[in-house]
């Protein structure tokens, strides 16, 4: 534990560094085993069913000027961003230790529009991964679809209250993406088995798979069903 005077001199450098000065004669060292300096390569590319894109706009080799963020659980909600170079190619070369969100956004140009038809076209992908050494992953984005329900936004966290973790205050956004109306009477809204602590690196594959892989059915946490006759 610091003395006084030790915690009085730790915070008088601090108060030098944050406010943009240096501190003096101090010099400051990353401790050994931070697990600071892991870098990440992310290939991003078009989904297979979307190969006739590639083939016209010239992707083939990978998706050029992609958006690819990057946001470690546990910490503030910030997305680190990188854009892909022309071969589809991004790098986040100084990544703490830890579990990752990863995901990747790319809508056409006006010109790449016109040269499909002049229909405009967005792509995404993501997934999460743990982040542990130097690693390179690979993301095909999927091409939107006409018509279809989405859920647009889920949120679902755990929040101290009274010094308890409060762990059900979700929502869920769903979106229509259709021209017509969907009725969502008798569709059913469930989270199957898949949760980032239910796999690696949190349990071994060998443990999780008899119920990822049970023929039998889909292990879940619930399931809800919405209520009505058909139209309402």
């Known amino acids: 534990?610091?003395?006084?005077?030790?915690?009085?001199?730790?915070?008088?450098?601090?108060?030098?560094?944050?406010?943009?000065?240096?501190?003096?004669?101090?010099?400051?060292?990353?401790?050994?085993?931070?697990?600071l300096g892991q870098g990440l390569s992310v290939k991003v590319e078009l989904d297979s069913t979307a190969a006739d894109i590639a083939e016209a706009l010239g992707w083939t080799a990978g998706m050029p000027e992609a958006e690819v963020r990057v946001h470690r659980l546990g910490t503030e909600f910030r997305w680190d961003t990188a854009l892909t170079d022309s071969a589809g190619n991004a790098h986040f070369p100084d990544l703490i230790q830890g579990l990752y969100r990863l995901a990747a956004y790319r809508a056409l140009t006006d010109d790449e529009a016109a040269q499909l038809g002049s229909r405009r076209r967005a792509f995404g992908d993501g997934l999460m991964l743990y982040v542990s050494g130097p690693r390179t992953d690979t993301l095909a984005l999927a091409p939107d679809r006409r018509?279809?329900?989405?859920?647009?936004?889920?949120y679902g966290t755990s929040t101290p209250v009274d010094l308890v973790q409060w762990d059900y205050h979700h929502y869920l956004e769903i979106y229509n993406n259709s021209d017509t109306t969907i009725y969502?009477?008798?569709?059913?809204?469930?989270?199957?088995?898949?949760?980032?602590?239910?796999?690696?690196?949190?349990?071994?594959?060998?443990?999780?798979?008899?119920?990822?892989?049970?023929?039998d059915g889909v292990w879940s946490m619930f399931f809800h069903q919405f209520p009505g006759s058909g139209a309402e």
């Not at 008798?186 to 088995?193: A, D, H, V, W, Y």
């Open 184 to 215: 969502l009477d008798g569709m059913i809204l469930g989270t199957g088995f898949g949760h980032y602590w239910d796999n690696p690196p949190y349990n071994a594959c060998a443990a999780v798979e008899p119920f990822r892989n049970d023929p």
């Open 1 to 35: 534990m610091a003395v006084p005077h030790q915690r009085a001199a730790v915070m008088a450098v601090l108060a030098q560094l944050l406010a943009g000065c240096t501190a003096g004669e101090v010099e400051l060292y990353e401790p050994e085993g931070s697990g």
């Open 147 to 154: 018509g279809a329900l989405l859920i647009a936004e889920q």
